[in-house]
């Protein structure tokens, strides 16, 4: 193995790059699986990119005679090589187990999870979130991000989500927007309501007369925790345009302590700012 590298690094010199050496290594893996991971997790000549790659292969490979052989090589390989592994290698392993046999990789997990560490823990329920943001799942996301102990790992895969989840409520609002944000205020969609905010201001910087109509036809059959995002929206927009006042009156209308506060951090902020 090792005098197969070094002639690699003989042969290419400076141009021995990441894609080379991963090559390389990948056909090695297949002939020798068991030497091949030996090296990569155990040598620095190699970069994470390669290290990453060829342990994902590994995986794949593993994961293709049955679905629960990746990840549980992967625990072996923990135990064999101290302080070799990262947590992200487990989240990729529950990547590809959920890739192959989702039902498989859940019930594996509901099984598993009280004899793994919190920390190891916390990447797996990462991982899952991640798969059902991906399926717009999003409740199940949201449920399982909660079981998450460590914030910082947890504020990782939150951003994930909202990414995920944002771009959808971006392509639903342009694609039919009177229909989603109808399905949204009134309970028949998947997304929390909250979501409202930003479809609506979408669609109001879209089609300002369509927006407005639907709203004025709607908002009596909207009770106030369905209403205020539609005002939130609308102070926002108030606020871009300079109309602190409109802003303020539409802050009124919510009645969440929290969305408020933040409301009316971003009104006064920007009230300073005209008066200095």
């Excluded at 794949?60 to 592994?85: C, H, M, Q, V």
């Excluded at 329920?125 to 949201?142: I, K, L, P, R, Y």
């Excluded at 947890?154 to 771009?167: G, L, P, Q």
Aim: charged share 35%; hydrophobic share 40%.
């Amino acid at each position: 193995m090792e005098q197969g590298v070094e002639f690699m690094a003989k042969a290419y010199g400076k141009d021995l790059s990441d894609q080379r050496m991963t090559d390389f290594l990948r056909r090695l893996l297949d002939s020798d699986s068991e030497g091949t991971i030996d090296f990569c997790l155990t040598k620095i000549e190699i970069s994470s990119q390669v290290r990453d790659d060829i342990l994902g292969f590994y995986l794949r490979d593993e994961s293709a005679r049955t679905p629960d052989a990746g990840i549980n090589a992967l625990f072996r390989l923990r135990d064999k090589y101290p302080g070799a592994l990262k947590e992200e290698d487990f989240c990729q392993a529950m990547r590809i187990f959920l890739e192959t046999d989702r039902r498989a990789a859940l019930l594996w997990f509901d099984e598993h999870k009280d004899s793994i560490s919190k920390s190891t823990t916390d990447f797996l329920h990462g991982a899952v979130s991640a798969e059902f943001a991906q399926n717009s799942e999003f409740h199940e996301a949201w449920k399982r991000l909660d079981q998450i102990h460590d914030q910082t790992v947890r504020a990782r895969f939150e951003r994930d989500i909202w990414v995920t989840e944002s771009k959808i409520i971006a392509k639903e609002t342009e694609k039919n927007p009177a229909g989603f944000i109808e399905n949204l205020a009134f309970g028949k969609s998947p997304h929390a309501q909250f979501w409202l905010k930003k479809g609506f201001r979408e669609w109001y910087q879209r089609s300002p007369d369509e927006a407005n109509s639907w709203f004025a036809e709607n908002q009596f059959r909207m009770g106030p925790d369905q209403s205020q995002h539609i005002a939130r929206a609308y102070a926002e927009v108030a606020l871009e345009g300079g109309d602190i006042g409109l802003a303020r009156e539409w802050s009124a209308q919510v009645v969440d302590p929290e969305f408020k506060e933040k409301l009316v951090e971003q009104i006064e902020a920007r009230a300073r700012e005209v008066n200095e």
